[in-house]
């Protein structure tokens, strides 16, 4: 399984927090959210897309945001007043790996080092469990949100996502 030690850290990291889980092995092929729900059947609003987001004025400062994979992240608005930034864009796949120990596609937001903050969108929180990487590309986790808020580097946050119908079709992801 590619990026095994990864998913083993990831999976560890929610077994610290006692965290309501399980895990599926998935063709990699199929790790974007919106080709996995509709290869493997499940529905895309019970899923959630983990994104790396990078200042580039000023250099240094990045976070993960995790928003329903219907939704479209408010980067230029509430993300960029959340890091206090001027400049800010999705972290490119080049940089993702350097930044969460994880590669574009199998983002998580748990087993990232510490110092990484985590925004979660409110509306994920409404949810019974959601679906997010698995850590790398062969894996997805099922989880029950409430994990969030037992931990410490996460701020969940009201609408730091648009909803579809207020512009865009989702994330990139």
């Known amino acids: 399984m590619e990026g095994a030690d ?15 889980y399980r895990v599926i092995e998935i063709d990699p092929a199929f790790t974007h959210t919106a080709a996995f729900c509709e290869h493997y059947g499940y529905p895309l609003e019970q899923s959630a897309n983990a994104i790396l ?27 960029r007043a959340l890091l206090g930034v001027r400049k800010l864009s999705f972290a490119s796949a080049e940089a993702t790996p350097g930044l ?7 983002v998580t937001p748990f087993g990232l080092p510490g110092e990484l903050p985590v925004y979660v969108d409110a509306r994920v929180m ?9 850590g790398n590309r062969s894996t997805k986790i099922f989880v ?18 648009l909803p579809p119908a207020a512009g865009a079709s989702g994330n990139p992801a």
């Open 6 to 20: 990864t998913a083993r850290r990831v999976q560890e990291a929610l077994a610290a927090l006692d965290a309501r």
């Open 53 to 79: 987001v990078a200042s580039r004025r000023p250099v240094g400062r990045n976070a993960v945001c995790v928003v329903l994979a219907a939704d479209r992240l408010d980067v230029n608005r509430r993300v």
């Open 100 to 106: 969460t120990g994880m590669k574009t596609g199998g």
């Open 126 to 134: 409404d949810l019974d469990e959601i679906l997010v990487g698995g």
């Open 144 to 161: 029950d949100p409430e994990v969030f808020e037992r931990m410490p580097q996460v701020t969940v946050v009201e609408d730091l996502a």
